[in-house]
């Protein structure tokens, strides 16, 4: 069994509070495992960008854990987060008015 594929099971124990030996778990195939746990982030991403689009959340250790889903998902060939976009938005939190032709060529 692959280091991944180890990681997808302790993942799945984890989140059902369910044995390494659980038959559920012994019937998934590494891509169902994988499947699932794309499904989560990504719920998980949309959850957290509606909280801070309604200001309920810490901004600091929301966007942290909004890093930390989307660096995973970058690492798996899921990348979908722009920097400059993350400094727009942080920019937008604290009340600036960020400069949206930053990054653009001049040509």
Known sequence: MSSGAANLRRWWCKKYKRPSNDPLL???S???????WYEDLYAEKRDLESALEEGDVDYHST??????ICE?????GEAFYDPLI????EQLARGEIPDLTEGLDDG
């Open 26 to 28: 012994l019937e998934l």
């Open 30 to 36: 590494e891509p169902e495992l994988l499947e699932e």
């Open 63 to 68: 966007t942290r854990r909004l890093r930390t």
């Open 72 to 76: 995973a998902l970058e690492e798996s």
């Open 86 to 89: 993350d400094k727009w938005e």
